[in-house]
């Protein structure tokens, strides 16, 4: 448990975290994708590769998740925070600032992608799987997720380079 947790732990963190958006609400969902692993470890088939299927009990986990009463209910009462970055001795408070802006900038225009969209570009940029993998994951075709991925990264574009134009303008003014 212990080597399989050791060697997979980072992966299925960053993934869950760049779904959810939200530090402690990862860490939590990774722990309880790593107990569904150790329940299922006997149903694993060994047919393909084994970060592959606890990925997509991590995909799984994340939908049941969004679907549950506790994620609509955190919904309610507050909205989206981020911990803050990590600070570097060398870096100075401007950069710190400007890269906390832009990463949340970024963040942002991922959470706003619908569901299905953002699952295929966490998975394919984020995750580095190949359009295959993640049609496999999702249960969807490859041209289904080079679609949803193509009009994820134009959304994405739009909203980044809108809301640069948009602060731009009122610094004109």
Known sequence: MEVLVKRHYQSIFAYVYRKTGEYHTAYDL??????????????YQNTGKFSHWLLKIAVNHC?????????KQQQRESELTEDAFPASEQQNVWNIFHKRFQNEQV??????LPD???????LNYYNGLKIREV??????????????????ITKLKEIIVGGERDEKQRKRR
Do not use: P
Request: net charge positive; charged share 35%; glycine share 6%.
């Open 30 to 43: 990774t722990q309880e994708v790593f107990v569904k692993m150790m329940n299922s470890l006997d149903k």
């Open 116 to 122: 299905h969209q953002r699952d295929a570009v966490i």
């Open 63 to 71: 939908r049941d998740y969004y679907r549950g009463r506790e994620f």
């Open 107 to 112: 963040r942002r225009a991922v959470l706003s």
């Open 135 to 152: 049609a496999e994951l999702t249960g969807t075709n490859e041209s289904t997720v080079k679609s949803r991925i193509r009009l994820g």
